[in-house]
């Protein structure tokens, strides 16, 4: 079944999403952000996980670091298995985030608790404090 995928805007609980995720210090913080800012997505659910697959409109500055997640993000959940949120970036630019069930039950992308999460940033772009 393979038809042409469409590209949308970001939706406000993918915003929340995204907002939460770089919410912690790394190196090139910045950039991402300015990238989110340009981004169209494809969303893709599947049993344990969901997929926001990214292409930027227009110029954007690459992300300088060689690192494929610079940040990854645990969600607590009050009755279930963490939520973990990985952000991949590929040649510089955001290329997915990929979102999982840590025990890899089903995956509710409306009932997403955030208001407790830890962050794992990669030691290439961490913030030497």
Avoid: C
């Avoid at 949308?8 to 800012?37: A, C, H, P, T």
């Amino acid at each position: 079944m393979g038809g042409i995928e469409i590209y949308r805007n970001i939706y406000i609980k993918e915003q929340q999403w995204i907002n939460r995720l770089m919410d912690v210090e790394f190196r090139g913080r910045d950039i991402l952000l300015k990238q989110f800012s340009k981004a169209k997505i494809i969303y893709k659910q599947e049993y344990a996980f969901i997929s926001l697959k990214f292409k930027i409109e227009g110029e954007i500055e690459p992300y300088p670091y060689r690192v494929r997640v610079p940040v990854e993000m645990r969600a607590f959940q009050t009755s279930t298995a963490p939520i973990v949120f990985l952000l991949h970036v590929v040649n510089g630019v955001i290329d997915e985030l990929e979102i999982i069930t840590a025990d890899l039950t089903q995956i509710d992308a409306d009932s997403i608790k955030l208001e407790k999460v830890e962050y794992e940033v990669n030691q290439e772009v961490v913030v030497k404090k």
